[in-house]
């Protein structure tokens, strides 16, 4: 007979450590019907099986699903916010998904991230430069977000010192507050809603220059795919460079700053690191991944009358995947619980699986691999402060907002 597992994802608890709470659900509870309305699924093999499913799990009827939090009468398409995520193409399924995600892998093929590793290692080196003469540095803010934001731009074609960026970067993190599964309150929802707007006028704006004056970027690779016959509409082609902006830096920022905090809660992997940065770089990548995952869960609905755990699951059920917990089953990974960048961890669930698996996956480890890398070879002293890390408000995405590092 299952326990009753208390799983509150908005807790200040789970904040600093969710990782208990995910091994009772994972052991006891392994298919947890929340009070917030959906199912917890946190075994590795159930997380990865419903992200792969093609026929039982998917986005479904995106309204209904935001309905679910805020009751029946809640008017979801009149909050831009939720419009604008609505059009999102995480969000959607099969066709449109294949449509809009056919147009973004394009810009991220193998060979392409492969051909900006130079300019990312430039990146780098010199945002180190800034400040390595100094001794210390909030590395999150001079470093985790600087490089894969800067990255971004070069991409999409933004201009890394325009003085909007501080107020795009910020709407960003204001704004994909409405991907967290729950109601947002009136303040958070108000906030979302005008955020949204900064970020439609940036884009917009963006992409009207490149119009007039088209260069070598993304801006306007999007803007030049519109007009064709099944092109998607400007609108829509917004929505994916604000997509692809905030998925691009939010979460790469998240993984150098928890990638840094466990090198410091576990020193002797630091120094596994400092002593050969080029083989073990990729594994911190990978093992940062595991262990302390920038993006803690994601959801599903079921599209049709199915089954977990001997459990019928109704059709337009929500269920909530914990990536996090999937991360540390013992049934898949020894000892799950220890950072250990000696282990192949590439069997983690941090870039999802099946059709949404993340598109950003191999510049993400690039960007990794060089942060971790480089800040080894340049500031081999470097430690950050490894109590009470200032994690960030909200369940879904995990990463601190500050971090002070000392070499
Ligand atoms: C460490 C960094 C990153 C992590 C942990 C991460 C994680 C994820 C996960 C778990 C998903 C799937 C979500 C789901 O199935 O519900 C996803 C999808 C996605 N990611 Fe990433 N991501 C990272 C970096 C990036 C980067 C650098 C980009 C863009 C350049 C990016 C763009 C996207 C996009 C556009 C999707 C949607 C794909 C689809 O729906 O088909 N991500 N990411």
């Not at 208990?20 to 990865?48: C, I, K, Q």
């Not at 026929?55 to 939720?82: I, K, T």
Request: contains cysteine; glycine residues 8%; charged residues 25%.
């Amino acid at each position: 007979m299952a326990t009753a597992v208390s799983f509150s994802p908005d807790a200040p608890a789970m904040r600093a450590d969710p990782y208990e709470t995910f091994a009772e659900l994972r052991e006891n509870d392994p298919l947890h019907r929340s009070h917030l309305g959906y199912w917890v699924v946190s075994r590795y093999d159930d997380v990865r099986g419903v992200l792969m499913s093609r026929e039982d799990f998917g986005q479904g009827d995106f309204a209904e699903n935001v309905r679910l939090f805020y009751g029946p009468g809640f008017d979801v398409m009149g909050q831009p916010a939720y419009k604008w995520l609505s059009e999102v193409f995480l969000m959607q399924d099969p066709p449109h998904h294949t449509r809009v995600r056919g147009l973004v892998t394009g810009a991220l093929t193998a060979r392409i991230v492969r051909n900006m590793e130079p300019r990312i290692r430039e990146i780098t080196e010199m945002l180190i430069d800034r400040f390595a003469s100094r001794g210390a540095a909030d590395i999150i803010k001079e470093f985790a977000y600087e490089l894969p934001v800067r990255v971004m731009c070069d991409m999409l074609g933004v201009d890394p010192e325009d003085s909007r960026l501080p107020a795009v970067i910020h709407a960003i993190s204001e704004s994909f507050i409405v991907f967290e599964a729950r109601a947002l309150t009136a303040d958070e929802l108000k906030t979302a809603n005008e955020q949204v707007r900064v970020l439609q006028e940036f884009f917009e704006d963006l992409f009207a220059q490149r119009m007039k004056e088209p260069r070598k970027d993304l801006a306007t690779a999007l803007v030049q795919s519109g007009g064709k016959e099944d092109s998607l509409s400007h609108a829509e082609l917004v929505t994916v460079a604000i997509g692809l902006f905030g998925a691009g830096f939010e979460t790469t920022a998240h993984m150098i700053g928890n990638g840094l905090l466990s090198l410091s809660k576990y020193p002797d992997q630091w120094d596994l690191l400092v002593g050969d940065p080029q083989s073990f770089a990729t594994n911190v990548v990978d093992e940062t991944l595991r262990y302390e995952s920038s993006l803690v869960a994601t959801y599903r609905t079921a599209l049709r009358d199915t089954e977990l755990h001997g459990q019928r699951i109704e059709r337009g059920s929500k269920v909530l995947c914990l990536i996090g917990a999937g991360n540390r089953d013992p049934r898949v990974f020894d000892n799950p619980d220890a950072y250990d960048i000696r282990r192949d961890a590439r069997k983690h669930l941090s870039f999802g699986g099946g059709i949404h698996f993340c598109v950003g996956a191999e510049l993400a480890r690039l960007e990794g691999r060089m942060a971790f890398e480089r800040l080894a070879v340049r500031l081999p002293g470097l430690s950050v402060q490894t109590a009470e890390p200032a994690w960030r408000e909200g369940f879904l995405f995990r990463g601190m907002s500050t971090l002070c590092a000392r070499w």
